[in-house]
């Protein structure tokens, strides 16, 4: 079965400064792998996602995410994180065939000091 | 076109009692999917409807839980009775289909507090 594993429960950086948001995951074949974010009173809004074909992807929020398989991660960067940015990520996997059914990792909780 | 649209926003009730979740898809969609997240714990599938049909409740955690979807629109998932451990954040979520390269899209989530 397929895991995913977020190592920071809690990240803090400064309004400006560049982020990275570990994720490691577990799965058989080429997974579909996906980062989601939830702000506070708002439901889980997908940022980026990633099927197959070029492993740097681009998503919302000036946000990019890299697969790299030697390593099965799936990393979200941001160059200049602000404070609107402040908010809980997850990444997470799609089942055997589907980007619908998914395995979330336990979420990395992000703090934007000004 | 509307989201995913899931009510209560909150809801508190005391243990021992019923509690019903309700869940509005995304027009046309036929999937819908019901996701929960305990305090501090990942986000975990319960189980997914194709139309009114149960394709997968794997995830169902015991049969305090059940879940319906009558015509295959809305779903409702009701809780009875409500245990603290049942605290918690749902997620609703539906896509258009089950295979294949196709997302799901997730609602604001009720949080549900037992006490």
């Known amino acids: 079965a397929q895991s995913v594993t977020q190592p920071d429960i809690h990240i803090t950086v400064s309004e400006g400064a560049s982020l990275e948001l570990r994720c490691n995951y577990s799965y058989g074949a080429t997974p579909y792998l996906f980062w989601y974010v939830q702000s506070p009173g708002q439901g889980l809004q997908l940022l980026l996602k990633y099927f197959s074909g070029d492993t740097l992807v681009q998503g919302i929020k000036g946000f990019e995410a890299e697969f790299k398989r030697s390593q099965s991660s799936f990393n979200l960067r941001k160059p200049s994180v602000h404070w609107s940015d402040a908010a809980e990520y997850f990444c997470a996997v799609g089942a055997t065939g589907t980007a619908s059914k998914l395995t979330f990792g336990t979420g990395t909780r992000l703090q934007v000091t000004l | 076109e509307a989201g995913v649209t899931q009510f209560p926003s909150h809801s508190v009730i005391e243990k021992g009692q019923t509690v019903t979740l309700r869940c509005d898809p995304i027009?046309?969609?036929?999937?819908l999917y019901w996701y929960r997240r305990v305090m501090g714990k990942e986000i975990k599938f319960l189980l997914h409807f194709v139309k009114e049909s149960k394709q997968d409740e794997s995830g169902m955690p015991n049969n305090r839980f059940l879940a319906e979807r009558t015509g295959g629109t809305y779903s409702t998932l009701k809780v009875q009775p409500a245990e603290l451990e049942d605290s918690g954040v749902y997620f609703c979520a539906s896509s258009q289909r089950w295979s294949g390269r196709t997302e799901a899209f997730f609602g604001q989530g009720t949080r549900l507090t037992v006490v």
């Open positions: 027009s046309g969609h036929d999937n």
